[in-house]
């Protein structure tokens, strides 16, 4: 049995005033049965933060836990148990939840509330299933609703009083000006949990956000919360700060994780290691073909790329022009796609975009149709046809979820899917909420025909359970490497049965290496408060930085393994680390003072300790990269077990 830890006599002394015998709250054995130790911690955790154990008449907390580890089913045991018991005469603590969820894990949620009707009632806000019907209804105890559709019921959830509320996915929420905040924030609920399965303590703006909307005021105001630890804080990580400054700074973000980490839990998925099976990770890179690498070429000397490299354009051009070069690694179609779109193009408010597209047809052949495009124009789509090919040969029961960032390429690869006779499954953001759950649920089925699910990245970024896959691959790259973390996320988690592989494709000496080295050594970070959740695409380049991203390497097989300084000619387990590439930073806020429970980003370091296969391959054992290797110029290889894990 789980049973929760007894208020102490100051708390009697302010919730009991009635002098209720002191009674044991169990949590349901049927429930801890289901349970892993981490989760009746955190389930711990959760009643003591909402019966105000923690903090004296504070009822906030931040589960920060990764993706998983199953939030969900810590709160829905909490609410379950708050729902019938209670410390003070065994009278319940709450009787009404709100649950407020993206619209796209509002069926999830649903699923993962099956504990069997007679224990919890949920209702679930939809197109057909209204508030209203909550409002009248005594059956039902627990709303779930999407965030558009508060904003939308809000008048009528206003008159609800509910004793606990739920805010999943919380890190989406940044601006505590915003619409939605504003909303949650009006309905009055002294019980607030916020779950977020990404980083939140990068940011010190929407760290503040997060912990004020857990418990209001804690912090003071944010004019003050700025003055007194988010400028202290920042100018201590500024390379020219003085000792004093760093004395302050480090000072100050230690109150801070003191006064945040009575009430903020995050847990990484090293605890469940020990219940999963082996993770294969691959990073392959991919030579590009002679089309690409002509393209390429062209693109690196055109006038608005030389003129990018001298400071000389504004609205930042360099966009374009990187959002050019990815096209072109994913595939040669896509870029001609692009110029033709803007050859037809009335407007002019793009002649950036026409002068670095100009010339570059005539790279094409004559009579080019992008529709009846070919493996062979892209050095990444033949590895990948390959991959699948010995995937399905090898492993004909297991599937694949292919991820892309991107809807165009996602038509590619789907087109790929048909010419080979694959069955595949499809989602991404034009995928009906209604439909999702399904399509998960039919690929997860030990009886799907399914071989590849497609995967928008961008729409399935959070909640999916897409454990009926053991092999991922990842086609293009996200400047986020939270995207990444969160693909895997998909696949290697409780109740996946099979050894997971992850394919992480490259295309060699091009931007995407660039982009590759900038995630795992954080170059450029120094001195600027980076929010790990939004893509750096926005961030302002310098000249130096444009240079190396503008710049094609044709003769080394592999650029970022050059850089790491590693003299292995084939496979290498161990290593030096390489300080003088890594521009590191820890994180603002650790709400533990726990180094080993901060996000694990790989580092230059680290990737030294990896296995590195290059050359001819010989020495790879590797069953399914052993047959793609003739497309292939590099491997990076890690396995992560019981074992090994650190």
């Not at 009055?188 to 760290?207: A, M, V, Y």
């Not at 710049?551 to 290593?575: I, M, R, Y």
Request: proline content about 4%; glycine content about 6%.
């Amino acid at each position: 049995s789980l049973v929760m830890p007894l208020p102490d006599k100051n708390h009697q002394r302010v919730f009991n005033k009635n002098c209720l015998p002191l009674v044991d709250v169990v949590i349901d054995p049927y429930l801890v049965y289901h349970l892993r130790p981490h989760q009746k911690e955190g389930i711990i955790f959760l009643y003591e933060c909402v019966m105000g154990m923690r903090m004296n008449g504070r009822c906030g907390a931040i589960l920060a836990d990764e993706m998983g580890l199953g939030k969900t089913l810590q709160c829905i045991s909490l609410i379950w148990t708050l729902q019938c018991q209670g410390p003070y005469g065994g009278k319940p603590v709450i009787k009404k939840t709100l649950i407020v969820t993206p619209g796209s894990l509002v069926t999830n949620w649903k699923k993962e509330f099956q504990l069997g009707s007679e224990r919890i009632k949920i209702f679930t806000v939809d197109q057909d299933h209204k508030v209203e019907e909550f409002i009248k209804s005594v059956f039902y105890s627990v709303l779930v609703i999407s965030y558009e559709m508060l904003l939308r019921s809000l008048d009528q959830i206003k008159d609800i009083k509910f004793d606990i509320r739920i805010r999943d996915e919380g890190h989406r929420l940044k601006n505590s000006a915003i619409k939605t905040t504003t909303a949650l924030i009006s309905l009055s609920c002294d019980k607030r949990i916020i779950l977020t399965g990404t980083p939140i303590q990068n940011d010190l703006q929407e760290f503040f956000a997060l912990i004020d909307f857990a418990n209001p005021g804690i912090l003071g105001s944010l004019s003050s919360y700025r003055k007194i630890y988010e400028e202290p804080i920042i100018l201590s990580r500024e390379p020219s700060a003085s000792e004093e400054e760093k004395e302050l700074g480090e000072r100050r973000a230690s109150e801070l994780t003191c006064l945040t980490g009575l009430f903020i839990l995050r847990r990484t998925q090293e605890i469940i290691i020990k219940y999963l099976p082996p993770k294969i990770k691959n990073v392959v890179f991919c030579q590009p073909v002679a089309l690409q690498i002509e393209l390429y070429g062209k693109l690196l000397n055109s006038q608005v790329v030389r003129f990018c490299l001298q400071g000389l354009l504004e609205n930042s051009p360099h966009l374009i022009c990187i959002g050019a070069l990815k096209k072109l690694c994913n595939h040669p179609c896509l870029l001609f796609n692009s110029i033709k779109e803007k050859e037809c193009s009335s407007t002019c408010d793009k002649n950036e975009e026409k002068s670095l597209y100009k010339g570059l047809l005539s790279v094409f052949p004559a009579d080019y149709n992008p529709l009846l495009f070919t493996e062979k124009e892209s050095g990444k789509l033949q590895v990948l046809s390959k991959l699948l090919a010995v995937i399905h040969e090898l492993r004909p029961t297991e599937r694949v979820v292919l991820v892309s960032n991107y809807t165009q390429t996602l038509n590619i690869l789907q087109e790929v899917c048909k010419r080979h006779g694959y069955a595949y499954t499809r989602l991404d953001g034009q995928t009906p909420i209604s439909q999702r759950q399904q399509i998960v649920d039919g690929f997860n089925s030990q009886h799907s025909s399914v071989f590849i699910f497609l995967l928008s990245s961008k729409a399935g970024g959070v909640g999916l359970n897409l454990i009926g896959g053991s092999h991922l691959i990842l086609y293009d790259i996200d400047w986020n490497p939270a995207t990444d973390i969160q693909a895997m996320s998909r696949v290697w988690r409780d109740g996946q049965k099979h050894p997971v592989h992850i394919y992480r494709l490259l295309t060699t000496g091009t931007i995407e290496e660039k982009i590759y080295q900038r995630q795992i050594s954080k170059q450029g970070l120094c001195g600027a408060v980076v929010d790990l959740t939004k893509t750096s695409e926005h961030t302002q380049f310098s000249v130096e930085e444009l240079k190396n991203l503008f710049t094609l390497h044709e003769s080394s097989p592999c650029v970022t393994h050059d850089l790491l300084d590693c003299e292995c000619t084939g496979e290498v387990h161990t290593g030096d680390s390489l300080e003088k590439f890594i521009v590191s930073r820890d994180c603002q806020v650790d709400p533990h003072h726990q180094k080993s429970n901060s996000p694990k980003l790989l580092s230059m370091s680290q990737l030294k300790q990896w296995k590195h296969f290059s050359g001819d391959h010989s020495n790879l054992t590797d069953p399914f990269l052993e047959r793609i290797t003739e497309n292939v110029s590099f491997i990076f290889q890690n396995i992560t077990t019981q074992a090994t894990a650190t």
